[in-house]
DNA sequence: TCCGTTGTGGTACACATGTATCATGAAAAC
DNA sequence: GTTTTCATGATACATGTGTACCACAACGGA
């Protein structure tokens, strides 16, 4: 085999210029020769690794999903191992604060919503984005059950609560509506009404 | 003058042409000849009464978020006026349970996920989005503060939180992740703690 | 040394899109 | 009845898009 080339690290190349591209001008400036021209190669060349523009779309995706995992597990690590602090880290990782989760949050966004729109005339056509959210609601209430929890507060509904409450956070912050410290200090307050002191 | 039209009725055929095929497809299927193709009319008419694609999009979301609100109205009149049923009615009718209510909450992501990553460059650039949710969180804040409210209760905080968790269980009953069912029993359980019984 | 596989560039093609232009019908105004 | 103004139609145009095709460079194996 000729021409050692880090395939990975020559995707992941690829799919940076592709968050870049979006985060200014929207999933529409994510074209073949507009990734090509940001990425300073031909674009022959994105063509090459991706073969379609759809399988450019779903590696972007991946590649930003698996950042976003990273980045949750260091803000896991850093809390004290109790259910409230590693759910306020879990939750709080959801929110943009930094550029890069800016990008990620607003890459989630721009790639789900062409999902969410096809996905409406065909139910069970896209079963990748509920198993996301299933996992994620999973993990809130396996924290949630660590307790230990304020009297009356049923972990099922509260999971579900927690985990809807998420997008809108990220949604509102992107756009200006409400700081990063707002969105935080929302969690926070409701954390504590969850649990016991 | 000659030739009595109805000019608005016009525009809302189209604009609702133009919803019809954001519904199936997404939101790049609303071209201006597949518009006017769904409405049975020629390219020429659409171009006519809008000017320009973006022209087009934005009647179509005023046309939207005028029959939200009527539908709002609608839902809240219903109720026996407590604050507590007015809230409930309010927020459930973000909630998207018919067909209606279905496209309503699609093209409102659908239309507003351009604009979110547009107005990340330049913040400050798209006040209209800040001023719906001020708005919402605003009417959600007035009825808190009707009261009665259960103890320790703070309603500016509990209105931000209400306001954020609107998208996300909008999002997750359109994808399917849960039934319109359980994002209505979220919300009364979580209303039935912030009220004083 | 030569060869074949792999990586990369340049470019052409078919197509869809937004918009502009020209043309026509239709009805009110005079 | 003529004219003017509004509404609508057909179509042309420039552009940007995804993709396909052809050519070549580079490097490992024979």
Avoid at 18 to 41: I, Y
Avoid at 145 to 171: H, Y
Wanted: net charge negative; charged share 25%.
């Amino acid at each position: 085999m000729p021409k050692k080339v880090d395939h990975d690290a020559r995707r992941r190349q690829l799919t940076d210029a592709v968050c870049r591209l979006t985060l200014r001008g929207g999933l529409g400036s994510a074209t073949f020769r507009q990734v090509a021209a940001e990425a300073g190669v031909s674009v022959r060349l994105v063509q090459y690794y991706f073969g379609s523009k759809q399988g450019m779309l779903d590696a972007t995706q991946e590649h930003v999903g698996e950042r976003s995992i990273e980045r949750l597990m260091n803000w896991v690590e850093k809390t004290d191992g109790s259910a409230r602090a590693v759910l306020g880290a879990f939750l709080k990782s959801f929110t943009p604060v930094d550029s890069e989760s800016k990008m990620a949050a607003l890459m989630y966004i721009a790639l789900y919503t062409e999902g969410v729109v096809v996905a409406m005339g065909q139910p069970e056509a896209n079963p990748t984005r509920k198993n996301e959210v299933d996992m994620m609601r999973q993990t809130v209430l396996e924290q949630l059950r660590r307790g230990p929890l304020a009297a009356g507060v049923d972990p099922e509904v509260e999971a579900t609560l927690l985990t809807a409450l998420m997008p809108g956070l990220g949604q509102y912050v992107l756009d200006g509506t409400m700081t990063a410290e707002v969105a935080c200090a929302t969690i926070d307050h409701h954390l504590d009404r969850l649990f016991a002191a």
